[in-house]
Nanobody, 124 residues
Framework: QVQLVESGGGLVQAGGSLRLSCAAS????????MGWFRQAPGKEREFVAA????????LYADSVKGRFTISRDNVKNSVHLQMNSLKPEDTAVYYC?????????????????WGQGTQVTVSS
């Protein structure tokens, strides 16, 4: 199955932007629905965004709608999360995840492959 490696996290001031990337290897990337999740200290991992295998469907959490954009490149086997207008409450470890399910699930248990995570810290 596919393996995932995230990059692009860091420290940014409120109102700033970051672009997260997730590189996939070892599987048929184009057959997976890809998602981004995040987990803040002391909180459960939560859904952020997901994109279907052909990019025909995208889904966002209400908390990031209008600020974050998910995209994928099936040639380069990568998925990205462009994060604009960042807020301190966006601070978390961000995880890339993959699922063979086509209905863009939002539950963590429906994703079978996970990256190691990348830290995003937004200062006020």
């Amino acid at each position: 199955q596919v393996q995932l490696v995230e990059s692009g996290g860091g420290l940014v001031q409120a109102g700033g932007s970051l672009r997260l990337s997730c590189a996939a290897s070892g599987g048929t990337f184009s057959s997976y629905t890809m998602g981004w999740f995040r987990q803040a200290p002391g909180k459960e991992r939560e859904f952020v965004a997901a994109v279907s295998w052909r990019s025909s469907n995208r889904l966002y959490a209400d908390s990031v709608k209008g600020r974050f954009t998910i995209s994928r490149d099936n040639v380069k086997n990568s998925v990205h999360l462009q994060m604009n207008s960042l807020k301190p409450e966006d601070t978390a470890v961000y995880y890339c995840a993959a699922t063979v399910l086509a209905d863009i699930p939002t539950l963590t248990k429906r994703y079978s492959v996970w990256g190691q995570g990348t830290q995003v810290t937004v200062s006020s």
